[in-house]
């Protein structure tokens, strides 16, 4: 069969491998001049470091079979996440640890005595908290919630925690222990020589063509067999019931001498600046050593039409919104919408994989059983 897939990111690139394995001729049209979509990872011309171009990406997962699948097409170097913390003019570290908390207030609490203080902050009185900022305010107290939530939250999303729900702090976002890896998989690490040369090397088979710089056009549809849309699902259909909002990310690039930071992430929790961090991309390539160093100051804000969509925001109205697309999409013939995109989710990469591997490998059987396509493999509102 003859294939077309919108996109060369994690989605398109996996879809295209498995589908060529299974001895399918495969079109891959992506708009940009580069493949990899927002993993896309370059060296600076003037530094020699590696750039994460659209935002640090960290490959962290528990997944077994995708773990296998990266590290067939790329070396994974170590690399631990631990993020830094800028509030009230000191530095914390993150997640909020025992360090953080006897940093923040000055003490030195076991684990033990540290629950006991941090439940003793919290503030009783609420009962039922219906709102991000009255969980926060239960679990932690003032002083956490400020220092930390409030005004990163306000930086990230444009929005109070008190106008988003609950649901999104849903456990304690405290550790009582000097656990300061940022994430708690089984499995981290960075590609060796960035994720673009691993996303290459998925696309490297002789049933794959890629077209760089070339847009989709709905119209060429008909020359295929089936497309997968990774792009974006309100822009397949001319956003004709408006468009699916999102956060962008504005990356204020600086070159400099020797050492910015010290770290590779550093957070600015509180609202004595406009960005919400920094990163120092040499510290994503720790096995690496430059005398030069780059850095990202990032900036949140609302997307407009010719911005990078990069956060759905997926509250209640935006998801009556997706519905409606969703509604039109399942009424389509002969394309599935995957992807961050095309399914309007926050996905992380190990995600992307294993759903993007799912689908090639359903589609071959549905198609095996002369089965109808659907346009969703996901549950995706
Ligand atoms: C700031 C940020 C940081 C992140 N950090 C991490 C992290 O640390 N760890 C992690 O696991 N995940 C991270 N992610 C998530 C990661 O970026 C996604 O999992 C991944 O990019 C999803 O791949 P995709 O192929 O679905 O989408 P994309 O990478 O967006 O690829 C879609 C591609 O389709 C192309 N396209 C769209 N429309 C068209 C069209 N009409 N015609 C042709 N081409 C088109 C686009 O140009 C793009 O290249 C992060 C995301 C963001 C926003």
Known sequence: MNFAIVGAGFSGAVIARELAEAGHKVTIFESRNHIAGNCHTERDAESDVMLHVYGPHIFHTDNEEVWKYVNQYSAFMPYVNRVKAVTGNRVFSLPINLLTINQFFNKTLSPNEAKEFIAQKGDSSITNPETFEEQALAFLGEELYEGFFK????????????????????????????????????YQ?????????????????DNITVHLNTEFNKSQAVEYDHVFYSGTLDGYFNYEFGRLPYRTLDFIKE?????????????????????????????????????????????SRECEPEDIPYYPIRQVKEKELLQKYVERANQEKGITFVGRLGTYRYLDMDVTIAEALKVARQFIQLTNEKKEIPSFFEQVV
């Not at 406009?274 to 990163?279: D, G, Q, S």
Request: aromatic share 16%; with cysteine; glycine share 6%.
């Open 255 to 299: 070159n400099h001498e020797g050492d910015y930071q010290g770290c590779a992430v550093m957070n600015y929790c509180d609202n004595s600046k406009p960005f919400t961090r920094i990163t120092e991309h040499k510290y994503f390539s720790p096995w690496e050593n430059h005398e030069k160093t780059v850095i990202y100051k990032e900036y």
């Open 151 to 186: 005004y990163y939250t306000i930086k990230q999303w444009g929005m109070s925690p008190a106008e988003l729900p609950a649901s999104i702090l849903k456990r304690l976002p405290v550790r009582f222990n000097y656990d300061d890896n940022y994430f708690s998989h089984k």
């Open 189 to 205: 690490g960075m590609p060796e020589h960035g994720y673009t040369v691993l996303v290459k090397n998925i696309l490297d088979h």
